[in-house]
Nanobody, 134 residues
């Protein structure tokens, strides 16, 4: 069973930092794409960053580039999102998701468009609230 558990959100002042964690079970994080997304109430999920299964290469939304860093720890089966220079406009619920259920056993992979938009992502964490306020 594919499961994702998120942690690390909280309240931080402008300019501060948080490190979000997404710990996986039921699959190996090195083998499938994992992405971080943000969502405001009543809105759809928006891609923030994802990490490729092949080589750990990363892609970032424009608003995240230069401030956020995605990484993975194979030994802990965990993907992280380091968030620096946080501003009030970064206040969202943040989710991690994966397409592991779609691609497992198929020897296929998602395109950039599919992964960045969370298409085919059947497994999601519960979400963690990030609030940036003075």
């Amino acid at each position: 069973q594919v499961q994702l558990v998120e942690s690390g959100g909280g309240l931080v002042q402008p300019g501060g930092s948080l490190k979000l964690s997404c710990t996986a079970s039921g699959f190996t994080v090195d083998d499938y794409a994992i992405g971080w997304f943000r969502q405001a109430p009543g809105k759809g999920r928006e891609g923030v960053s994802y990490i490729r299964s092949r080589d750990g290469g990363a892609h970032y939304a424009d608003f995240a580039m230069g401030r956020f860093t995605i990484s993975r720890d194979s030994a802990k089966n965990t993907v992280y999102l380091q968030m620096n220079s946080l501003q009030p406009e970064d206040t969202f619920v943040y989710y991690c998701g994966t397409d592991a259920e779609l691609h497992r056993g198929t020897y296929t992979y998602g395109t950039h468009f599919q992964v960045f938009n969370g298409l085919g992502f059947a497994s999601w964490g519960q979400g963690t609230q990030v609030t940036v306020s003075s």
